[in-house]
């Protein structure tokens, strides 16, 4: 089990951890009903960061950020010497979580996507691991939601007897809401992005071969590459350079007086 504790790519406090101890944390904190805001941060979360300050201080406070994209633990390894074998996929992650959550008999949530993609979700988890709980699915709303909407949102996934949520909609409109609504949900909450249009049957993962060399966003940019283009051939580039220059020191990058966000986004 590896857990080395937080470390600064390009501003943003990525956790030095593996799936071992990430799952142990999670479970922990949803044994005890205690709140856990957690994201699988890939080269373009990381990104969303170091663009926008605001996000970068929402990000920095979150309570685990796992390193999602290979180059994400490369940088890690790199400029740390973290020694981490693999990442800490959310997709996989998702998963793991599941297997142990069932086996311990802890109910889940499933909060984001359409109403059709949560229903193939659910079917292939129960599939999966037969004693799974599926207490509450709620889809998006795919708008800013009302104060009034966001507190019923979170009322309905704290008192369906859920011990956890898992989110997806999307970098980095999930890493906002598992912000926000942190300490309303009061439980783990698990931004895991792709993974419901993954394990609902509706995109294919990149093979293995390509994940491990850190080109599955190369695969994605083949299969999307009207929606991800800007995302991947502008931000992967500027990942790289702005990581040489942390690296070589060319450029003070910090982590600390970030600006907090000055209104509440509320997606929903």
Not at 24 to 35: C, E, F, N, S, V
Not at 114 to 126: C, F, G, I, R, W
Not at 248 to 266: A, M
């Amino acid at each position: 089990m590896i857990d080395h504790g937080r470390f600064n790519i390009l501003g943003i406090l990525i956790d030095a951890i593996d799936y071992e101890a990430a799952v142990d944390r999670i479970l922990t904190a949803a044994q005890a009903g205690k709140p856990l805001s957690v994201s699988a941060l890939a080269v373009h979360g990381v990104m969303t960061g170091v663009l926008d300050q605001e996000q970068a201080y929402r990000l920095n406070h979150l309570d685990l950020l796992v390193p999602d994209g290979q180059p994400v633990r490369w940088a890690l390894n790199w400029l740390y010497r973290c020694g981490l074998a693999d990442r800490v996929y959310g997709p996989t992650l998702m998963l793991k979580i599941c297997d142990r959550v069932a086996q311990l008999g802890l109910p889940i949530a499933l909060y984001g996507s359409k109403p059709e993609v949560l229903k193939s979700l659910a079917d292939n988890l129960k599939q999966k691991f037969p004693e799974l709980q599926i207490l509450d699915q709620q889809p998006s709303r795919f708008r800013q939601v009302s104060v009034e909407e966001q507190l019923d949102i979170a009322s309905q996934i704290r008192h369906s007897g859920a011990k956890l949520v898992f989110v997806g909609l999307g970098c980095p409109r999930q890493e906002v809401w598992v912000y926000e609504n942190r300490d309303l949900l009061g439980m783990p909450a698990i931004a895991v992005g792709a993974a419901f249009d993954f394990h609902a049957g509706l995109l294919s993962q990149a093979p293995k071969w390509m994940q491990d060399r850190g080109l599955e966003w190369f695969f994605r940019l083949l299969k999307e590459p009207s929606r991800l283009w800007r995302r991947y051939l502008l931000l992967n580039p500027l990942y790289i350079s702005l990581l040489l220059c942390q690296a070589y020191h060319f450029q003070s990058i910090s982590s600390k007086n970030l600006p907090s966000p000055r209104d509440s986004l509320r997606y929903g």
